[in-house]
Nanobody, 121 residues
């Protein structure tokens, strides 16, 4: 019933910027934390950034000071503004959200489809 749809990524030169978005839709009662993860080829998925329903944020050390996570609760959307991109940022980026559906007590974990971000040197 619930779906997370991410915007397209892209190819960016090192030092450039890119903004990702992820919109949740469906029979949503509430959304708790929203987050971004990324996975490079042959690597494990790693945490990038998270934001609580109240707006508190947390970042991986590797992106701190360069990336900014934000959310628009009215649009059920989370954003990731990526600045001063490095080749090591190249990965498939996935959004994540803890969502409680209408008529369902428990909160479930949902994932976006993933979007490719490539940073050239």
């Amino acid at each position: 019933q619930v779906q997370l749809v991410e915007s397209r990524g892209g190819l960016v030169q090192a030092g450039g910027s890119l903004r990702l978005s992820c919109a949740a839709s469906g029979s949503i009662f509430s959304i708790n934390a929203m987050a971004w993860y990324r996975q490079a080829p042959g690597k494990q998925r790693e945490f990038v950034a998270a934001i609580t329903s109240g707006g508190s944020t947390n970042y991986a050390d590797s992106v701190k000071g360069r990336f900014t996570i934000s959310r628009d609760n009215g649009k059920n959307t989370v954003y990731l503004q990526m600045n001063r991109l490095k080749p090591e940022d190249t990965a498939v980026y996935y959004c994540n959200a803890g969502i409680r559906q209408i008529g369902v007590l428990n909160e479930d974990d949902y994932w976006g489809q993933g979007t490719q971000v490539t940073v050239s040197s």
